[in-house]
């Protein structure tokens, strides 16, 4: 019975459980990424505060203090005043105040090359004027049939181009007494001077001028106005049949006593003439546009008198035309 007693008694087995170190937290870990945020965005900061002009952390200080005045008032990319960090900064040098962009210095570049260019042609142009005046004074001077009326004609550059003054003188008038009917040596002037006239590209203008001397009837019949213009279209023929091109043309006006040459004296002949402008190419812009050209009026009108009077002995006739 004993064994029997060993042989029922129950087996008891004990496990044991093997546990690790005891739960210390992971709290740090989040705690030292937060710092670290906090210090990357400090310095962050500190970066965009040094980087940014005065101007514009002003900009960004009023706005925060009154968004909707900023906004809608001063728009804009920045609403400071935007100067670079260091003074003077930016690849530009010679700048001391101001932000430099690299767009800005090229425009600026280009800007300056532009006005450059402008010039350079300017000065040719002016060099081929000048080179045409020296062309018209060498055809009248070799030719034996003209030279004789050099003193006749007056040859200047002007703001709008070439002027070409053929004035008239008391004994060799270039027009009959009131009329429109071109003398022989004026003819042979103006065909003359059409001939060379159409080897250039330049575009012409053409004005009539008169003395002072009314008509009988005053201006309400044919008068100074309608002789001036009459004259003009006259000259602009015999330039044509010179061999001027006529779409080089561009203007053929009357002005009657309206610009005298010599205001002092309004009989004097010198006041009866025929203006030509070889307009220059930044005449012609302006002409397109619609501005006045100079009609031949001399910036020094007295100026002009004396050398025609050093040239010739003028006396002032009776009134004329």
Do not use: C
């Not at 042609?121 to 005046?133: F, G, Q």
């Not at 055809?139 to 034996?144: I, L, Y």
């Not at 008509?215 to 100074?224: C, D, H, K, L, Q």
């Amino acid at each position: 019975m004993a064994g029997d007693s060993k042989k029922l008694q129950p087996i008891i087995i004990k496990r044991v459980k093997k546990g690790g170190h005891g739960h210390h937290g992971g709290a740090w870990k989040i705690a030292y990424a937060d710092f670290v945020t906090a210090m990357m965005a400090f310095f962050l900061l500190m970066w965009l505060l040094g980087s940014t002009t005065e101007g514009d952390r002003k900009g960004i200080a009023d706005y925060f203090s009154s968004p909707l005045k900023i906004a809608l008032l001063s728009g804009g990319s920045g609403a400071g005043d935007a100067s670079h960090v260091i003074k003077g900064g930016g690849t530009d040098l010679t700048r001391t105040t101001g932000q430099v962009r690299r767009g800005d210095i090229e425009a600026e570049r280009k800007t300056i090359n532009l006005q450059a260019l402008k010039e350079q042609l300017k000065r040719e142009e002016a060099a081929r004027l000048e080179e045409l005046k020296q062309r018209i004074e060498q055809s009248v001077t070799n030719n034996p049939l003209l030279v004789q009326f050099r003193s006749q004609i007056r040859l200047d550059i002007t703001q709008d181009g070439l002027r070409i003054q053929i004035v008239d003188e008391q004994n060799r008038p270039m027009f009959d007494t009131g009329s429109a009917l071109v003398k022989d040596y004026m003819r042979s002037i103006l065909r003359e001077i059409g001939k060379v006239l159409s080897e250039v590209d330049n575009k012409v203008t053409l004005a009539g001028h008169t003395d002072a001397a009314p008509y009988s009837s005053g201006e309400r019949g044919y008068s100074n106005w309608e002789l001036s213009a009459d004259r003009a279209n006259a000259s602009r023929r015999e330039l044509v049949a010179g061999g001027l091109r006529e779409g080089q043309v561009v203007r053929v006006v009357g002005l009657a006593s309206s610009a005298l040459l010599d205001k002092d004296n309004p009989l004097n002949p010198i006041n009866r003439r025929i203006s030509i402008i070889v307009m220059n190419k930044d005449a012609q812009e302006r002409f397109e546009r619609g501005a006045d050209i100079e009609a031949g009026t001399a910036p020094a009108v007295h100026e002009a008198v004396a050398s025609s009077a050093a040239g010739e002995n003028f006396s002032f006739p009776a009134p004329g035309r």
